[in-house]
Each structure stands twice: as structure tokens, then as C-alpha cells.
């Protein structure tokens, strides 16, 4: 058995007494690409944050690789190797789609090696390859604030990749996305999931159907139902969260 990339053991989150996590278990393996979902306030954003280290717990541990990380400053565990992308795009728009992915790279190493060592040809080849992974070799020189809500999040999701994070956290990555542009976005998380384990939230069934391999429902800070899709979709207390709300639809932040 290998040891699970995350791990979030018996956490409870409390903001002013209101839990927004109540003894949460979840765990990861290396590699896998899991989808949570639950209705909006169900405390999913929460679980990223906890796992950042934006948010801490008042009980229970982190534990990122097997190593405790709940003491930790946010900084200190994106440098272990945990990467983030939030819903709203984040791309400089006055930037070419490689000008962003270089700024986000040279943040990784540092100022001071940015100030006095130059790119070198392989990170140059890196950068190129990520354009590649994200879709957007033939918009390389296009500034960002020219590209389309979609192009704008895959460059978001390369500026997190090209930081090398071994686990990267997606919120909502499709939300106001075509359906064309949502099914190019399944294929570059399935894409990236072989190399990094990721961790997305997402309320867009369809999305869903088309890219979950393991699914976790959260409700109320709690874990309603894990498992595979074909489990999730028959289960009775999920089919009545979803459909007694109004169905697919609703809003979720
Ligand atoms: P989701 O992402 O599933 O929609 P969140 O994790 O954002 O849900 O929120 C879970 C619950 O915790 C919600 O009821 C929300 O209002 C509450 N909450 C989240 N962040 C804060 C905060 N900083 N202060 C107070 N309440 C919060
Ligand atoms: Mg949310």
C-alpha cells in the first residue's frame, strides 16, 4: 500500500462556532484525479483552504506526503509541493500567455535567482512544452488579456503546472466554460493526472460524468458518499441532495 499523497484526519473546521467541516476523513493516492462535489455551503472550498493552510483546523491533522502540515504557513506548503488555482483567472492580461508562464515560474525559484540567473534553454523548453499540455503553443505571444475565458483558465491551470506541485487543487475549473472548452479541460486534467494527483471541485454534473474516476460527496462539512461514479449516481441520499434541491443547477461558490 503507498502512502497517501494527502490526508485530512478527523478535521473539524469552526468559523465562529459554525463547522464548516465536521471530523472530515479524506484521503488521496499519488496520482489520482478526484472530483468533490456537494451543494453550495457544503464546505469544499473549506477542505482546499484546510489543505493550503489558509484555514486551520481546530481539531484533527493534516498531512501532505505523509508529513504533518497543519503549523505550517501557507508558503511553507506550496513549497512542499502543493499548488492552487482559484476560481477567478489570475493571469497578467498586459502578458503574453509565455510571459505568464514565465513570471509564475521564476516565482517558484525565487528573486534572487531570478535577478542573476536568466531562464536557461531547458526551462525555456519547459515553459514550450506546457503551452503544449495547455493548448496554447499557437497563442505563445498573445497577450493574456486577448484570450477567452476558457484559454484564460487553462493558462492559469499551466501557471500552477509549471510550478511542478506534486498535488494541485482545482476550484471549479469549467464554470462559464463552453461545452467545448469544458471537454478540452477534461482532457487536460486527465493529461496532467498521470504525472500530479489532483484534487478538483466542481458542481457541473456533466463535467463530472465525463472526468471522475473516484468521487466525494461532502454535505454539511460531512462525507455523504465516496466512490465511483456508477456508486455515487445510485445512491440514494445523493440523488435526493441533488434532485430535491432543484437539480443540477444550482450556484455553488
Ligand atoms: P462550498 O465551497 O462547498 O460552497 P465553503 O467551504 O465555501 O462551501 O463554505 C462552507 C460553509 O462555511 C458555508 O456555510 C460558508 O458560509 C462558511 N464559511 C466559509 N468560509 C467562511 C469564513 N471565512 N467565515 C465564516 N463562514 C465561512
Ligand atoms: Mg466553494
Known sequence: MHEPIVRVENVTVSFDGFKALQGMN???????LRVVIGPNGAGKTTLLDVITGKVKPVEG???????????LRVN?????????????PGVYTNFTAFENLELSYQT????????FNPLSSSDVEQIYAILE?????HKTHQKAGLLSHGEKQWLEIGMVIVQDPDLLLIDEPVAGMTEGEREKTVRLLQSIATDQSILVIEHDMS???EIAKKVTVLHEGMILCEGPMEKIQSDSRVIELYL???GEGHASH
Open 244 to 246: 430535491g434541491r432543484g
Open 76 to 88: 511553507q506548503i506550496a513549497n512542499l509541493g502543493v499548488g492552487r488555482k482559484f476560481q477567478t
Open 61 to 71: 491533522r493534516v498531512l501532505f506526503k505523509g508529513s504533518e502540515i497543519n503549523g
Open 207 to 209: 463535467f463530472v460524468r
Open 133 to 137: 499540455v495547455i493548448g496554447l503553443a
Open 26 to 32: 479524506f484521503s488521496m493516492d499519488p496520482g489520482e
Open 108 to 115: 517558484k525559484r525565487g528573486v534572487f535567482s531570478t535577478l
